[in-house]
């Protein structure tokens, strides 16, 4: 779990920004937010993680918006930006010199999406950047050859659009061995399993619910079914800022794809602000360090 005192005025400035993304316009109920907001986060002593705190954001905002909060607009506007550019994508990873890694990439650059802390993205360049500059893939030959010997992968997903980049990845992985985990309500833009059935992973590979609430993956929230999954499964991959905040101290190991998108992130994981990255943990039960070549240090 990340607890940081730099991550509370981030979570005010969310406040604001999503009060204007839900269509929140006048100076005043923007105050009411953000004054509730304030009080809620003193008010809660234990906050464990930014992504824990999401919940309470949502209320927060629902209430404002007399219950109408919705970012489903905002999500199919989006998918379809992102649909746009499915077809280079699909056509790089096809004729790549090494798919698995150029699908990588596509799945990786997904996560630039985010309503919460990089409202503000600019998705065709980050597309090209990941696609065709460098990028820290240090632990890409570790990945590899954990999907290639594994029978079983949790694929822990983030954001509903994003899902579309990570469905060029899935038929790399071996979509046969691949559990797509969602989360178990709305909550921003993250994926549901309504969601990943509206975009058909579910004839790809097996979608689960993971019972996770929050912008992230709150283990204690977790269903039984998830949680055997999270503990057997030969790879764990997870997607986004969130997942990394609330599962950084993983008593298993766990691959991680995210863009980082603030100090406190950068501070725990070594990446500057505006990496994208795929990062190995362990597991602090598990001391076994994969071949790292190249990796990020």
Same mark, same amino acid.
């Given at each position: 779990m990340l607890n940081n005192p730099g991550c509370i005025p981030c979570i005010v400035k969310q406040a604001h920004t999503l009060s204007c993304i839900l269509g929140i316009n006048d100076a005043e109920t923007q105050r009411v937010v953000i004054r509730e907001t304030m009080s809620a986060l003193m008010d809660d002593q234990a906050l464990l993680s930014a992504p824990h705190f999401s919940t309470t954001l949502q209320s927060i905002l629902r209430r404002a918006t007399d219950g109408k909060a919705s970012y489903a607009a905002i999500k199919e506007r989006n998918m379809r930006n992102a649909a746009q550019y499915m077809t280079y994508l699909s056509i790089m990873i096809e004729n790549a010199s090494d798919p698995f890694e150029m699908a990588v990439r596509a799945s990786i650059a997904g996560n630039t999406i985010d309503l919460g802390a990089n409202p503000h993205f600019r998705l065709e360049h980050e597309i090209n950047a990941i696609?065709?500059?460098?990028?820290?893939?240090?632990?890409?030959?570790?990945?590899?050859?954990?999907?290639?010997?594994?029978?079983?992968?949790?694929? %822990? +997903? $983030?954001?509903?659009?994003?899902?579309l980049f990570d469905k060029l =990845?899935?038929?790399?992985? *071996?979509?046969?061995?691949? #559990?797509?985990?969602?989360?178990?309500?709305?909550?921003?833009?993250?994926?549901?399993?309504?969601?990943?059935?509206?975009?058909e992973i579910d004839s790809m590979c097996r979608v689960l619910e993971s019972g996770s609430v929050i912008s992230g993956t709150a283990l204690e929230q977790c269903t039984d079914e998830f949680m055997e999954l999270y503990t057997k499964a030969d790879v764990v991959i997870a997607k986004g800022q969130g997942n990394f905040e609330t599962l950084l101290d993983a008593r298993r190991p766990i691959y991680?794809?995210?863009?980082?998108?603030?100090?406190? %992130? +950068? $501070?725990?994981?070594?990446?500057?602000?505006?990496?994208?990255? =795929?990062?190995?943990?362990? *597991?602090?039960?598990?001391? #076994?360090?994969?071949?790292?070549?190249?990796?990020?240090s």
């Open positions: 696609m065709l500059h460098t990028l820290d893939l240090g632990f890409l030959p570790a990945l590899k050859r954990d999907v290639r010997a594994s029978s079983t992968i949790l694929f %822990i +997903a $983030d954001n509903y659009e994003e899902a =990845l899935i038929p790399q992985l *071996g979509p046969a061995k691949v #559990h797509f985990a969602v989360r178990s309500a709305e909550i921003l833009n993250d994926i549901t399993l309504e969601d990943a059935r509206r975009l991680f794809m995210f863009k980082v998108k603030c100090e406190p %992130i +950068a $501070d725990v994981c070594g990446y500057p602000v505006g990496s994208s990255v =795929l990062h190995y943990h362990p *597991g602090v039960m598990d001391q #076994h360090t994969p071949h790292t070549e190249g990796a990020h």
